[in-house]
């Protein structure tokens, strides 16, 4: 063939459509498979795609050698056209004298040559920014052959341009490339869509074609070579040894899921939790509202937190409470609101305090009407329920295991308005016990009655000891003894009280501003020891130290202690030894809740203020745990400062912890500020309230702050470890195995 039609326009321009067509179905055929497969492909691709950037370094390398041995070889050519100047034509050769004939004629002069026709070269050829191949003709024609390597790659493939020669190095290059392609996108084949659940079509691990490929249409656990958890939308491929799943459905089903920045995920409801459990999906935690977080068991709420940071268990109203529990006692014959059962150890020496209530007021101008560190309240009995004991507070008879052990103990000291023991009601109160009265009644017994007029003075003393003991006494002095005993004889006494005080009716016209069944004076400081009530009994069936037996409140205005008396900076302090039983409690609630308390039943409540004067408190304290040294040997096996037992789901709605602190500088319904790891056994859904993984993020966005490059493939990292730069996304599929893909923009 002659030069000049090798590489005639027409010819040239044929080739090219026809290639270059063939390349573009070629390539968008790979594009469409390449979306399907892209997860579990892509190392593929980054390995085709840098044989072909390989190949077409070399020969783009050859063509600038080649395109000059082209354009030297075309005879007589003329200026290129729309291209650079083409290099002008050599004068064409005399023809050779022709042969001799038979008896002929010489044979005339051969005509000179004629111009060479003009060339159809590659005058530029270069890969665009998305990828693709960009081909210039000397004819003014570019062709677009379609993207052949990433983006990324683009920027690093030379812009070959050179005037005159030949496109045919262009040509092999995309033959090349074609080959390439198309041994690239036979690398899967689908094979339709398959049951998990059933295993239809049936496959069995490690046994299969390589690249063929399944999508699943029906999620399910049927085992693959170790892979259990399909969903809809994956894809089982086979990868010439193995089953391998690549996840493909419209939600993410993983086995382990890490992250590290933030995780958003769907509000959920009550009955479908943003976070949950997969085959318990109606149990996790919720965002019923904007700054509230809620916990679902069974699709009933249990606890939540309100955007004020307040805590309801079984209450959803928590307007007025930093934690509320309304939940409804049941489950056992004996049932806890609260219980406290830890086992002091040893290296509690100086005091431990079941409960401890400290609250201070905010430095601002303001009045708070009262404080109750603790308050015992009932509502109504139901009509045909009832109570035989109702206790505001109950000193058991095992209080006894203390050199000094105090049913109750007040020591406030004297003052205008300080009572160690105030009882304001007009109820009763009982004493089953002896009982000392500004001393520690003794074993001998006695009565004390008072009966006589008051009159003779505006302050009347109807018993007044006013004695001067003497030096002589010095074991004790009684002002009261009472002492009494029964005959011996067969006869049984109803009642047998030590002190009686049963007022009268009031005159006609007349007003008592004040009534004290027994009234302890604020002189009451001089001795060591000094107590405005002491009672010393025994435990013992029926036995009680202070036992009130009436419905009436009881008022104390100093502070309590119980089993300590240091009671300095504290209002209530249980610093009694906890023994007794291996399982023992510091402070129990456990009132049965009656049918009429239809709004909320408080056993713990909390509510902090501050005294109306201009201060600071660095830190206030609604619930606070700390632990001393151990000591001695002694060790905890398990701690928790703030313990949910199992048993918390008997309400509607069951909340382990619940906060509803509104949003706002400086406020947290969690925080978390100490280094140590957290722990959820449970899923975790962040924006929703179905978790269906370990954690379930509800958002379209998932945000990694900082970026991160692997040192190497083999760099250190855990599976699952993922992390990203600016040119790469990083995935560690194996302990220290990394794949990375490349990012492009668009």
Known sequence: MEINKLFDNDSIENMADNVFGSVNNAVSEVREMQRKKVAENVQLIVQALKKIEQDIYEKYDFIGGNLEKRILSIKDGKDGINGRDGRDGKDGKQGKDGKPGRDGKDGKNGLNGQNGEDGVSVVNAHIDFDGSLIISLSTGKEIN????????????????????????????????????????????????????????????????????????????????????????????????????????????????????????????????????????????IYFPSADTIAFTEGGTERMRIDSSGNVGIGSTSLTGYSLRIAKNPTGATTTYGVSLEGTVQSDVTGSYYGYFSAPATAASAFTLSSIRHFEAFQSTIGSTSTVTN?????????????????GFYGNIASGTNRYNFYANGTAENYFAGNVGIGAIAGSTAGQLRIAGNGSGATTFNGISLETSIQSGVTAGWRGLLIRPTTQATSFTLNNLIGVYINPQTFGAGSTVTNQYGVHVENTLTGATNNYGFYSNIASGSNRYNFYANGTADNYFAGSVGIGSTSLT?????????????????????????????????????????????????TNVYGFYAGQTALSGGAA???????????????????????????????????????????????????????????????????????????????????????????????????????????????
């Open 145 to 284: 052959v379609g993207e052949v390597v990433a983006p990324a790659l683009a920027e690093q493939i030379k812009v070959i341009t050179n005037g005159g020669g030949t496109s045919q190095s262009v040509l092999d290059t995309l033959t090349s490339l074609q080959s390439q392609i198309d041994a690239l996108s036979g690398a899967t084949i689908y094979k339709g869509l398959w049951n998990a659940s059933t295993n239809t079509p049936t496959l069995t691990s490690s046994v299969g074609t390589s690249g063929n490929f399944y999508i699943v249409s029906v999620a399910g656990s049927t085992n693959l070579n170790g892979i259990t958890n399909w969903d809809v939308g994956d894809w089982a491929i086979f990868n010439g040894s193995v089953w391998q799943r690549v996840e493909g459905g419209a939600n993410g089903n993983f086995t382990t899921l890490s992250v590290s920045g933030v995780a958003t995920f769907s509000a959920g409801t009550v009955s479908a939790p943003a976070i949950t459990t997969s085959g318990d999906t109606n149990t996790g």
């Open 390 to 406: 109702q206790y505001g507070f109950l000193a058991g008879s095992t209080l006894t295991g203390a050199t000094n052990n105090y």
């Open 569 to 617: 900076q504290y209002n209530l302090r249980i610093s009694k030894t906890i023994t007794g039983n291996a399982d023992s409690v510091g402070v129990l609630t456990n009132g049965l809740v009656q049918s009429d308390v239809t709004a909320s039943a408080v056993y713990y409540q909390a509510q902090i203020g501050l005294a109306a004067s201009a201060f600071t408190t």
């Open 636 to 746: 905890i096996t398990n701690q928790s400062g703030f313990y949910v037992a199992s048993t918390l789901t008997g309400a509607t709605n069951n909340y382990g912890f619940r906060s509803d602190i509104a949003s706002g500088t400086g406020r947290y319904n969690f925080y978390a500020n100490g280094t140590a790891d957290n722990y959820f056994a449970g899923n975790v859904g962040i924006g929703t309230s179905s978790p269906t993984a370990k954690l379930d993020v509800s958002s379209d966005v998932f945000r990694l702050r900082t970026a991160k490059t692997p040192a190497s493939a083999s760099a250190t990292g855990n599976a699952g470890d993922i992390c990203w730069d600016s040119s790469y996304i990083y995935v560690c599929v194996a302990t220290n195995t990394w794949k990375r893909v490349a990012i492009a923009t668009w």
